[in-house]
């Protein structure tokens, strides 16, 4: 006779099988070790193919369901799927890359807009078994370049453009640059813009046509629960962007109960999420969790500001949406703009808000609640990341709102302080988790050894977060921000050492400092320090070129926001650069503490009177 689960199996296994649909409903919980060799499974006797849960079930019980509310940033570009299309439309396209030659545990990047075909990619990459590896938009063509190289993709699906706030952003152009010398083979453009664009015969192929030639109908593939799901980079503390492994059975499951756990969407709700699908958010709370519960959602691809302010309050009162999800440098942006765009629109069909990317401050989060929320709605400030797949921290408890706290774990999640020796501390530490949960990140692909080192190796037992936080009498967490090299501007991360490796790249730089200062808009900007070769004079010339060069070589977000040239660096007598003092300076800081030991404490003094602190 086979033991009983343990009780949190039991809770995990029970979930499994309410949430998800099984080709064999598995009956082993987790097994996982957070101690060298790292190994996290969930469900491993677990059979399905997320898109039975996702699409079929929706389609078969309610096809005429709507799943998504398009609409361009062109507003007259409105399109309604039901989930009787949205299976359509998938079944299509997973037949269409079978016939381009891919098939089960192939990767294939998706460089693609916030438009429908993006979520059919993503689907149709799972319906057959395919990996999929979404690239944000804005990433330029050297990043994409960078990805495609990682994983080893050998299709990417694009469109010819996007709009964001007026202006094109030129993707089969940038797919186009990125992809000589990489193993890709096909490239399908879905023409969204109708624009002219270069096409190269026989490696090019245009969505339409292989959607209208392709039939209807395709299986799903059969997948173990630990079969990969998708790769999606993020920024860690190294200038190499990180492919994080999430796998078909375990993330599935989180996500489904942390979308019911959190936002719990009834058939009469209309949810929106506003991420772009190029990040985990997206991922998780527009594509894989809201449609394995057959949510009607609102899918956008524009920004809050275009054509004005009032953009996003009139489509919530358009679709009568009820359960909003942003970030708070949206929020901030917005609020900055005044009362005046809310006036048009009345947002009285909200009934829950959220909040994810960063603290939201005390300031953004009252003004989200009074004036979109018109006081009446919950604000669900969750806390996660890339790689705990789904939300591991939100304030369940709508009666207990408290204004920057991401409150507390949600049930079975373990979150632990731990001090700078791996102790326990009551109050405020490193925030670590003391056991998995299905949806946490299971390697990061072709690096394992990464992966154990990032996570697991300063606090060998623990999955370390890289997020300090600070714990309340009423055990309440309030995330304080990242303890690492890692930056988060407008919500989105980024390494410090990547844009560092962009500075370095430009010609006439010798060695480049990148470190976070406060931005109120922002939540943090980006602080460069550069130091020239001795024949190259600053200028204002230079900085903008040194900015565009980061802009060309990762992308718009990750651009400085001040270079200040300098002769040197603050370095230990090991040659170790002093960010903490970087910090101080970029933030217009004096107090430094005690600075004799470095190798070259003058520097300072000079770096201090540069920028006129
Ligand atoms: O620093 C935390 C911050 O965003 C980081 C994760 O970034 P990423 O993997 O890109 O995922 C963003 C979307 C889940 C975290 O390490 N962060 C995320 N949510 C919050 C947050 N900081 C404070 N409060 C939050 N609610």
Redesign the pocket.
Known sequence: MMPAPSPVDAYWLDRATALVDWIKVPTQGGAFSFHTPVSIRWFQDGILNVTTTCVDRHAAATPDRVAFFYEGEDETQRQTITYGQLQDHVCRFANSLKALGVAKGDRVVIYMPMIPQAVYAMLACARIGAVHSVVFGGFSAHALHTRIMDCGAKVVITADGGTRGGKVIALKSAVDEAIPETPVQHVVVVRHLGQDIPWTAGRDHDYGDLQKAAAPICDPEPMQAEDPLFILY??GSTGTPKGVVHTCGGYLVYAAHTMQTVFDPKASDVFWCT?DVG???GHSYIVYGPLSMGTTQVLFEGVPTWPDASRWWQMVDRYGVTIFYTAPTAIRTLMRLGLDPLNTTHRSTLRLLG??????DPEAWHWYHTHIGGGRCPIM????????GGIL?APLDHTHQKPGF?AKALPHIQPVLLDTHGQPTADEGNLCFATSWPGQARTLHGDHARFEKTYFGDFPGFYV???GAKRDESGDYR?T??VDD?I?VS???LSTAEIEAALDDAHGVIESAVVGVPDPLKGQGIYAFVVLASDVMASDALTKDLMDHVRTYISAIAKPDHIQFCDGLPKTRSGKIMRRILRKIAAGESDFGDISTLANPEVVAVLRRTTGV
């Open positions: 993020t920024s991420a990040w985990i958010t909040s994810v990317g960063e603290p939201i400030d969750t806390w996660w990341q890339t790689e705990t921290m991401a977060s890289g997020d995330i921000g990242r890692v988060n919500g989105h991360r």
